[in-house]
């Protein structure tokens, strides 16, 4: 069965994150709601102001939270690729990549057009048009203005007339650039390209004195796409490079390409760094993470990627799951099985644990599903109980959304999960049946229950959408076992 389209207003679009609240762990990618004009689909900037959390991304759009982790989604016209909103002197400035500096009295908008960044000094300083801009205000309310130039050129950064910042105050200021002997810097899936890179995406914080100014690289089309960062004692340098950088880089699993991002202190005053995330090709797409800042006495920063469930801000005593579904379902395995695929998107891509392959269920199943055995491959062996207590999930369509429009059809999803111990019998554990809320991720949490089997079903999707899974995981831990179903021979059953 499908759903029907959902269209929403287009002056004001508010998503409520009922029956998808967290509780005390979150997941990445980040289960973002999709509103008509804006999806989270990278490059993301996330402000704070009056204790409630503002989120901008390429995809357009707002989202608005009060713990970082249950979001809203909020239409406003006019958000630039590559968006960075700043408060200051209790306005909202907002910039991007169309070299032009908005305001407005409210993070959500509407936002004046204020005319393009003016700078009056020599080209060669640097400027060549907004691109990911950065405006940070330092604590003595001094502006300041953070660019990359093209491909090798690096950052710069310029003080901002206090009266007019579309004009830079000074002449601009070289911080740095590629450095091909940081070979995490380099272009290409493995760093080949050894003297081209994309250096971008510049954001900054201040915390005990020490700026941290942090940078992408190699390039956005790479699943090496990493952050790094320099540090200085003042605005605008001389800065320094992190001897421990990079500090984001994964290129293996379900979450990788992470970089081009923002560091915020959260509600419970640990920092946290968001981040894009790069899906492979195809089906290609990008989504968002989340993950913790640490520093060293040194001041050192330090960020630990994750892709398995991790707790909230404020969350105690929180248990670790772990993935416990990938690679269990291969034309070997007579338990696990789904009710239909199609010749070239079998459902083993489902759980390989990696974005670069999905699902595709035949057109006419009614109501797709896949039931995973989590017990050993083999009948010598004994049968491996799990307590799960979680599920992610990763619908697609075979190619890479950015931008939602106003007239594309929101992409909602129906599902349920069952547990069982012979396959036969199932009990469900997560029934999103009636599900109204559009996203493409999902994550869902629930009371921790022992099985062999978890079977997820479809039951309702896009009208007249093509349906894929990228990704479906369970999460749990190892909880007993049965005896092995086939004698060991002289052995006798373990």
């Not at 710069?156 to 002449?171: H, I, Q, S």
Request: charged share 20%.
């Amino acid at each position: 069965m499908r759903t029907k389209n959902l269209f929403a207003s287009a002056v004001v679009l508010l998503f409520s994150a009922v029956g998808f609240a967290q509780g005390q762990r979150y997941c990445n990618p980040l289960p973002m709601p999709i509103g008509q004009g804006g999806n989270a689909s990278g490059d993301v900037s996330v402000i704070e102001d009056g204790g409630k959390y503002y989120m901008y991304c390429s995809g357009g759009g707002a989202w608005v939270s009060d713990d970082l982790v249950d979001w809203t989604f909020h239409y406003v016209e006019g958000i630039p690729v590559a968006p960075d909103v700043a408060k200051y002197n209790g306005k909202f400035y907002l910039s991007g990549n169309d070299d032009n500096l908005y305001v407005s009295d409210s993070p959500l908008g509407p936002f004046k057009d204020l005319g393009p960044f003016k700078n009056t000094y020599a080209p060669e300083d640097g400027w060549i048009g907004g691109f990911d801009t950065k405006i940070f205000v330092d604590d003595d309310n001094t502006p300041y203005l953070y660019w990359p130039g093209r491909g090798v050129s690096g950052i710069y950064g310029v003080k901002l007339d206090p009266d007019d910042l579309t004009r830079f105050a000074e002449k601009p200021v070289h911080l740095f650039s590629f450095n091909p002997m940081h070979k995490w810097e380099r272009y290409g899936e493995r760093n080949e390209y050894g003297g081209v890179a994309w250096i971008e995406g510049p954001w900054i914080i201040k915390r005990n004195g020490i700026y941290y100014l942090e940078y992408s690289a190699s390039g956005t089309q790479w699943k090496t796409y990493a952050e790094g960062y320099y540090t200085a004692t003042s605005p605008l340098g001389p800065y320094s490079y992190a001897p421990n950088n990079p500090l984001l880089r994964k290129t293996e699993g379900l979450v990788t390409g992470t970089a081009h991002g923002s560091i915020i202190q959260g509600p419970d005053d640990e920092w946290y760094q968001f981040y894009t995330i790069v899906l492979s090709n195809p089906p290609g797409g990008r989504r968002i993470g989340m993950d913790k800042i640490t520093f060293d006495e040194d001041g050192l920063m330090y960020c630990t990627v994750t892709d398995d469930p991790q707790p909230v801000p404020f969350a105690k005593d929180v248990k670790t799951s772990v993935p416990v579904t990938i690679n269990k379902v291969s034309q070997m395995d007579a338990h696990s099985k789904a009710s239909s695929q199609q010749p070239d998107r079998p459902s083993a891509y489902a759980v390989d644990d990696f974005s670069g392959t999905i699902w595709f269920p035949e057109a006419d199943d009614k109501e797709p599903y896949i039931i995973v055995d989590l017990a050993p491959a083999t009948n010598f062996d004994i049968v491996q109980l799990f307590e799960v207590d979680a599920m992610r999930v990763l619908f697609g369509n075979g190619r890479g959304n950015i931008w939602m429009s106003m007239n594309e059809p929101l992409p909602v999803y129906q599902y349920k999960l069952e547990v069982s111990m012979d396959g036969e019998n199932f009990t469900t554990v997560v029934d999103q049946t009636k599900n109204s809320v559009s996203k493409d991720t999902l994550f869902d949490e629930f009371d921790p229950v022992t099985c062999r089997y978890v079977k997820f079903t479809i039951t309702g999707w896009p009208e007249g959408k093509q349906l894929g899974v990228i990704d479906f995981t369970v999460f749990g831990r190892s909880s007993g076992h049965l005896p092995a179903e086939t004698p060991i021979p002289g052995g006798g059953n373990m």
